[in-house]
């Protein structure tokens, strides 16, 4: 029965595939207004604003490419039940190989009805308009989790964290909330690993730093996992 390893992973996993993280220095949230650019209240209030946004984002999703962080998590899925839970909205971790992969801040790729949440479409063309109905004809908006809305996966992601053997947070300031609460649900006898090259402060001593940036975090945890667990 292979282990069950449980990773968290934030911006900061993509950030060396050229994707900006939003809280590091030129970070996304030093250039735009969150509240701004992805907020529900900024959405009724300026939604060509919020298509820009994501426009941009998605353009630049498509041009970059995963880094050795995403495909070393997929390798592990070799020798582990690997699930990703992963605040991130690229599809890097499925391109890299990922089988499991839960999106807690939903998808770029992915448009929804305004009028019938459980309409999502595989967007083909980057560039969402004003004008671009669902098929009950009410405007698609970007399939994402804005401040000031509930995150319908964290109960399914709670779930997962607690059946880990093993969790490792990688790349996320563990600012935003519920995700950064879910560190509270892994079970208190297992190993937690951290990854990330400017840790946050504050950490609970149990939690093993690997103060590194992820391509070489995680082939570092893969060397520990490797002593401890095969
Ligand atoms: N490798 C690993 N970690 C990195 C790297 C790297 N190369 N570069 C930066 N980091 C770390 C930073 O030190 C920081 O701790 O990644 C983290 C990025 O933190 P944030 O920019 O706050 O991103 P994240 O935690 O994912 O934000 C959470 O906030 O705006 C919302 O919905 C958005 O999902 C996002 C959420």
Not at 60 to 84: C, W, Y
Not at 100 to 119: C, F, I, M, Q, Y
Not at 152 to 179: H, R, W
């Amino acid at each position: 029965m292979m282990k069950k390893l449980v990773i968290l992973s934030g911006a900061g996993i993509s950030a060396e595939s050229g994707i900006r993280t939003f809280r590091d220095m030129n970070g996304l949230w030093e250039e735009y207004d969150v509240m701004e650019v992805a907020s529900i209240q900024a959405w009724y209030k300026n939604p060509e604003l919020l298509l820009r946004f994501y426009n941009d984002r998605r353009k630049q999703m498509m041009t970059s490419q995963p880094n050795r962080g995403h495909l070393l998590l997929a390798e592990l899925e070799k020798n582990f039940d690997v699930r990703i839970i992963t605040q991130n909205v690229d599809d890097l971790h499925e391109r890299a190989g990922s089988s499991n992969v839960l999106h807690l801040h939903g998808e770029l790729k992915k448009a929804r009805s305004t009028k019938d949440p459980s309409l999502i479409y595989l967007l083909d063309d980057p560039e969402m308009k004003i004008g671009d109905h669902c098929e009950k004809g009410s405007q698609l908006r970007p399939h994402i989790v804005w401040f000031g809305e509930e995150v319908p996966e964290m109960d399914n992601a709670i779930k997962l964290t607690q059946s880990a053997d093993i969790f490792c947070i990688i790349g996320t300031s563990l600012n935003v909330y519920p995700a950064a609460g879910l560190i509270n649900y892994a079970p208190a006898t297992i190993p937690i690993f951290l990854i990330d090259p400017n840790p946050p402060a504050l950490l609970h001593q149990r939690i093993q730093v690997i103060a590194e940036k992820a391509g070489a975090g995680v082939a570092l945890l893969l060397e520990k996992l490797k002593d401890a667990f095969q």
